[in-house]
């Protein structure tokens, strides 16, 4: 019974995402700007804690959101649009990934994020001393450090449930998967960041 409300307010934003995805099928184009403004921040947030670079992340999130609109047809009304967006988002940021090992290049110098009531991407601006403040980003860089040594698909995995905290159906769904392999991802992921953060101690 615990899980009732969520589920209430889930299957609410499915309804109102059909109804606005009808709205654009209909021409009613603006009605798509009621998706972006309600997943952008989401999907920014996502997409920074995989690539780890601001203009990136933008970047993807606006194609994202650009083939999403132009793949509408395709779009099951009886599906979570949110997640038909999310593994629009995550093939292009992992496609983006590939070039960039293909190209063997790598700059991690972002200053540590974090996503906002709004669901906006904020700098961590806290009351604690600069020596707090740094402690909290040498941490952050260890685990983000970690977190990339993983192999694809561990990582898209552990990033929709550990930063996202999507359940385990919603990242199947997103991935493509069956649970039981997210399971199986994320108990791999984390026994390998288990042990690189151990052995950095």
Do not use: C
């Not at 798509?32 to 309600?38: A, D, P, Q, T, Y």
């Not at 920014?44 to 990136?56: P, Q």
């Not at 940021?93 to 904020?122: F, H, M, N, P, W």
């Amino acid at each position: 019974m615990a899980d009732a409300p969520q589920a209430t307010v889930r299957n609410d934003d499915r309804l109102e995402d059909a109804e606005m995805v009808l709205a654009v099928r209909e021409g009613d184009t603006t009605a798509f700007r009621g998706l972006v403004e309600k997943y952008q921040g989401r999907v920014y947030s996502m997409l920074y804690g995989m690539l780890r670079n601001r203009e990136d992340a933008r970047d993807i999130t606006q194609d994202a959101f650009v083939k999403a609109f132009h793949n509408l047809d395709s779009f099951r009304l009886e599906s979570s649009f949110y997640t038909w967006l999310y593994r629009i988002a995550m093939n292009l940021a992992i496609d983006l990934v590939r070039k960039r090992k293909r190209r063997q290049t790598s700059s991690y110098e972002e200053e540590i994020a974090t996503r906002d009531g709004d669901g906006e991407i904020a700098e961590v601006h806290h009351e604690d001393g600069p020596s707090r403040t740094l402690q909290r980003k040498r941490l952050y860089k260890r685990i983000m450090d970690a977190v990339d040594t993983l192999p694809d698909d561990q990582k898209q995995a552990i990033l929709l449930r550990e930063l996202e905290g999507l359940s385990y159906k919603e990242i199947a769904d997103i991935m493509g998967i069956p649970e039981g392999t997210v399971m199986s991802r994320l108990f791999y992921a984390r026994k390998k960041l288990q042990k690189l953060l151990a052995d950095e101690r």
